[in-house]
């Protein structure tokens, strides 16, 4: 921890009302606009000065492209280690440079204690493509999870999916609650081994099929994936490797965020205006824990406000690339 940071840190991971949240919020804008070089630097030349901006809808958001392209992080902090997206190749892959782990252990930690409501669930990862490929933000999210489970099945599972379908038959009729989180394709594999009837396990699908089975709109999967696996809801993480914070879903494709994080939904003709709630857009995600690289994402994702803490996820553009999280196209 950077001891000239803890108190900021604190008050970030502690808000409790809107107010609060767009004061905080505008301080972490002058703290970047001021220390992160390629964030200053997009200001610049969109003739913007840090000190005119008195609101959260005057602040530009950096489109997150630039991940790709440029080191986002703040002067003066030398990166601990870097996640990257799973793009096709490594020069259309994002790196997000991490100066302080601190900051996303405690963002993912509380987010998931916020959606679990405070029930230490058993954890069972089924993410193959993801530990193959290394420097993945979602494995080292989860990883962190299962570390504070107290549940000794909670673990990763690569290829050993007659374990997995043991545990679960075990963990079912012993009326234990689990959380099944797995890679979409993962998911449909399993159920290829043995339908289920779950009843006292969530399962969360973390989007994507990574070429080994046919796309499909999110309604078809997640009612595949309700009958195969006899479930009434299918939950989402919607994260990205550019993000230290995730919303879940806990059903219908609704996604609530944490209280330092916050969606905004842009003009799709005009990347500086908004759109009224309830109208679709593409997303822009205030993310507080990003406080070392950029704050004020400027998402490929089309998405939907249902209400200030609520938001749907719609798409994305058609230009953009397949990556990451939820990415299923409607």
């Given at each position: 921890?950077?001891?000239?940071?803890?108190?900021?840190?604190?008050?970030i991971?502690?808000?409790?009302n809107?107010?609060?949240?767009?004061?905080?919020?505008?301080?972490?804008?002058?703290?970047?606009?001021?220390?992160?070089?390629?964030?200053?630097?997009?200001?610049?030349?969109?003739?913007?000065?840090?000190?005119?901006?008195q609101?959260?809808?005057?602040?530009?958001?950096?489109p997150?492209?630039?991940f790709?392209?440029?080191?986002?992080?703040?002067?003066?902090?030398?990166?601990?280690?870097?996640?990257?997206?799973?793009?096709?190749?490594?020069?259309?892959s994002s790196?997000?440079?991490?100066?302080?782990p601190?900051?996303y252990?405690?963002?993912?930690?509380?987010g998931?204690?916020?959606?679990?409501?405070?029930?230490?669930?058993?954890?069972?990862?089924?993410?193959?493509?993801?530990l193959e490929?290394?420097?993945?933000?979602?494995?080292?999210?989860?990883n962190?999870?299962?570390e504070?489970?107290?549940?000794?099945?909670?673990?990763?599972?690569?290829?050993?999916?007659?374990?997995l379908?043991?545990?679960?038959?075990?963990?079912?009729?012993?009326?234990?609650?689990?959380?099944l989180?797995?890679?979409?394709?993962?998911?449909l594999?399993?159920i290829?081994?043995?339908?289920?009837?779950?009843?006292?396990?969530?399962?969360?699908?973390?989007?994507?099929?990574?070429?080994?089975?046919?796309?499909?709109?999110?309604?078809e999967?997640?009612?595949?994936l309700?009958?195969g696996l006899g479930?009434?809801?299918?939950?989402?993480?919607?994260?990205?490797?550019?993000?230290?914070s995730?919303?879940y879903?806990?059903?219908?494709?609704?996604?609530?965020t944490?209280?330092w994080?916050?969606?905004?939904?842009?003009?799709?003709?005009?990347?500086?205006?908004?759109?009224?709630?309830?109208?679709?857009?593409?997303?822009?995600?205030?993310?507080?824990?990003?406080?070392?690289?950029?704050?004020?994402?400027a998402?490929?994702?089309?998405g939907?406000?249902?209400?200030?803490?609520?938001f749907?996820?719609?798409g994305?553009?058609?230009?953009?690339?397949?990556?990451?999280?939820?990415?299923?196209?409607q």
């Amino acid at each position: 921890m950077f001891e000239s940071d803890i108190s900021i840190q604190n008050r970030i991971f502690s808000l409790e009302n809107e107010q609060d949240f767009e004061k905080v919020v505008l301080e972490v804008f002058q703290f970047q606009a001021k220390n992160v070089p390629v964030y200053r630097e997009y200001l610049k030349l969109l003739n913007r000065e840090a000190s005119s901006i008195q609101s959260i809808f005057e602040i530009p958001f950096l489109p997150i492209s630039f991940f790709k392209t440029h080191k986002v992080l703040a002067e003066g902090y030398s990166p601990e280690l870097f996640f990257q997206s799973s793009g096709t190749t490594s020069a259309n892959s994002s790196k997000h440079w991490v100066a302080n782990p601190d900051w996303y252990e405690k963002s993912f930690i509380k987010g998931f204690y916020n959606y679990t409501e405070g029930e230490d669930r058993c954890i069972l990862a089924l993410l193959p493509n993801y530990l193959e490929r290394g420097n993945s933000s979602l494995v080292y999210m989860v990883n962190g999870l299962i570390e504070k489970s107290t549940d000794p099945d909670s673990g990763f599972f690569l290829d050993n999916l007659n374990e997995l379908v043991s545990i679960l038959k075990r963990r079912e009729e012993s009326g234990q609650k689990t959380l099944l989180l797995g890679v979409t394709y993962a998911l449909l594999d399993l159920i290829d081994i043995l339908p289920f009837k779950l009843k006292n396990t969530w399962v969360m699908e973390t989007g994507g099929m990574k070429g080994r089975r046919k796309e499909m709109v999110k309604e078809e999967l997640h009612e595949l994936l309700q009958d195969g696996l006899g479930v009434s809801a299918i939950h989402s993480e919607y994260g990205m490797t550019e993000l230290f914070s995730q919303a879940y879903s806990k059903g219908n494709n609704l996604f609530s965020t944490p209280p330092w994080m916050s969606i905004l939904i842009r003009d799709t003709t005009d990347p500086f205006s908004y759109v009224d709630e309830r109208k679709s857009g593409a997303i822009n995600v205030i993310d507080l824990a990003n406080y070392y690289s950029c704050s004020f994402i400027a998402t490929d994702d089309l998405g939907k406000l249902k209400s200030k803490t609520e938001f749907e996820v719609l798409g994305r553009f058609d230009n953009a690339d397949v990556r990451g999280c939820n990415l299923m196209v409607q």
